[in-house]
C-alpha cells in the first residue's frame, strides 16, 4: 500500500500543550533547590523553543515510504512472532518447547504495547493515512482500552508532565513522588506498591485510566464511570478467555503448561513496561514542577518542562526498539507524534542544545537508571532527610508517633 504523506506543522501540534503566556517572565517553578533554571532568561527559553521548533518541522519534512515500511515491517514481525510462538506452546509440556514459547510471546507482547501500541496511539503514524495503522482506531493486547488510555495519557500525561498534583503518572496517585509533598505513615509501604503495581501493571494502569481512587465513592451513582468500567471489564474478560482458556485448551493436554507460559508472558511485559517507564520520569536528577508552573506557560517554557522532567536509558537499537524507544524518553516527550526511531537520530542534537543552555541531560545504562528510579521510591517513602537506618531506629524508640514528628521537623525543607 503507498502511504500518502501529511505532515503536520509544529503549530498544529503544541496547540493543545501551549497556553500562550508572557514571553518576557519565567512562569516555570522547579521543585528544587537550588533551581537548575535560574541562569536562563527567558529570552533564552524562547529561543530553546524556535530551535526545537524547527528540528521538529526538518523531521516532519523528510518523513517518506522509508519510515511506512519500518512499522509495517514491525507489525508484521510482531504478529508472525506470536503466531509462532502460540504455534510452539501447543507442545508446552516439553520444558524446551515452554521456554522457547515463552520467552517469543513476551517479546511480541512487549512490542504490542511498546513500539506498536503505544506509539501508534499518539498519532506518531497517522501521516502516513492508513486507516489500518491510525490512532483512532488502534486497540493494543492490554486490558486498558484505547480511548481510556489516549485520555490519561496523551491529553492528561504528556500536557501536565512532571506537575506535582497535575501528572497522576507521577507515582500513579499511590505514591510519594516529591520532597515537597507531606509524608503520611502509608507511604512506608510505597516500594511494596510499586512490586505489586510493576507485577500486574497492565491492570494497574486500567484503575488509573478510569481514576478509580476518585470515582470510587461515586462509582455506583456514576453513569460515564459504569461505562468506562464496563469496557474495562469486557476487555479483561476477552483477553482472559484468549491467554488462559482458548489458548491453553488448544494444547490439549498441555492446558496448565500452556496456560502457565501465557501468565508468564504477560508478566514479563508487565515488569519490562514498569521498569522503562520508571526510568522516563523517576530516576534521580529527573525534576518536578509546581502547578504554578503552567499558569501562562509559554511555548518555550513547555519545552523545557520537558526537557527537566525526563530521563533517557543509553543502549542498544535492539533494545531501543523493545522499548518503543521510550530509551528517548526526553526527545519523546518533546515531541510525542514523532515516528519513534527518529528520537535517536535526534538524540546527538538534544544533547547538544542541553549542554549550550546549561541544562543536565539525564541518561544511563537501563540497569543503573531502574536502580535509581527504585532509590528515589524508597528516599522518598521516607519522611525528607531520613535514611533507612534512622527510620528503623526512631520506629523501635519512639513508634510511630516519633516517626510523625521527624517528618514534621523535616516538610518544609524542599517545600
Known amino acids: 500500500m503507498t502511504s500518502t504523506i501529511e505532515r503536520p506543522t509544529a503549530t498544529k501540534a503544541l496547540d493543545s500543550r501551549i497556553t500562550g503566556g508572557r514571553s518576557e517572565v519565567v512562569h516555570t517553578h522547579v521543585n528544587a533547590t537550588p533551581s537548575p533554571i535560574d541562569h536562563l532568561t527567558p529570552e533564552q527559553i524562547e529561543e530553546i523553543g524556535r530551535e526545537l521548533d524547527e528540528i521538529r518541522q526538518e523531521v516532519f519534512n523528510s518523513l517518506g515510504e522509508q519510515d511506512a515500511a519500518y512499522i ?39 512490542l504490542d504495547n511498546m513500539e506498536i501500541g503505544h ?6 503514524w497517522d501521516w502516513m493515512r492508513d ?26 500525561h504528556h500536557t501536565y508532565t512532571n506537575v506535582v498534583g497535575k501528572d497522576n ?27 505489586v503495581n510493576a507485577t500486574f501493571f497492565e491492570y494497574g494502569i486500567a484503575a488509573y485510566d478510569l481514576e478509580l481512587g476518585k470515582n470510587w465513592k461515586t462509582r455506583k451513582t456514576n453513569p460515564a464511570f459504569q461505562a468506562d468500567a464496563a469496557h474495562v471489564m469486557a476487555k ?13 485448551a488448544l494444547s490439549g493436554p498441555g492446558f496448565v503448561s500452556t496456560l502457565t507460559a501465557n501468565f508468564t508472558s504477560n508478566i514479563v511485559r508487565n515488569y519490562w513496561t514498569h521498569s522503562v517507564i520508571m526510568c522516563g520520569h523517576f530516576p534521580q536528577g529527573v525534576e518536578t514542577f509546581s502547578k504554578t508552573s503552567i499558569e501562562g506557560e509559554t511555548r518555550g517554557e513547555w519545552y523545557l518542562r520537558q526537557m527537566l522532567g525526563s530521563a533517557n536509558i543509553s543502549g542498544s537499537k535492539p533494545m531501543h526498539i523493545m522499548t518503543g524507544y521510550l ?71 519512639q513508634g510511630m508517633k516519633g516517626l510523625k514528628k521527624r517528618a514534621r521537623q523535616t516538610r518544609n525543607i524542599y517545600a
Open 131 to 156: 486507516p489500518k495503522i491510525h490512532s483512532s482506531t488502534w486497540e493494543w493486547n492490554t486490558v486498558s482500552p484505547a480511548e481510556q488510555w489516549k485520555h490519561s495519557h496523551n491529553e492528561i
Open 236 to 248: 479483561i474478560k476477552r483477553l482472559a478467555l484468549k491467554d488462559y482458556v482458548l489458548w491453553p
Open 72 to 110: 509495517r515491517r514491525v507489525i508484521a514481525v510482531q504478529r508472525w512472532l506470536e503466531l509462532g510462538s502460540r504455534g510452539v506452546l501447543l507442545f508446552s509440556r516439553h520444558p524446551l518447547a515452554w521456554v522457547v514459547g515463552t520467552a517469543g510471546l513476551s517479546v511480541a507482547k512487549i
Open 327 to 397: 530509551s528517548h524518553q526526553v526527545e519523546h516527550h518533546l515531541y510525542p507524534d514523532m515516528p519513534s526511531p527518529k528520537l535517536a537520530e535526534i538524540s546527538p542534537r538534544i544533547q547538544d542544545l542541553f549542554q549550550r543552555y546549561g541544562l543536565t541531560y539525564v541518561t544511563g545504562p537501563l540497569h543503573t537508571q531502574v536502580a535509581s528510579a527504585w532509590k528515589e521510591i524508597i528516599r522518598l517513602s521516607l519522611p525528607n532527610d531520613t535514611s533507612l537506618k534512622q527510620t528503623v531506629q526512631i520506629l523501635a524508640t
Open 169 to 195: 503518572d507521577l507515582g500513579y496517585g499511590i505514591m510519594r513522588v516529591d520532597d515537597a509533598q507531606r509524608w503520611y505513615p502509608a507511604y512506608l509501604v510505597q516500594p511494596l506498591l510499586n512490586l
Open 119 to 124: 506509539n501508534v496511539m499518539h498519532g506518531q
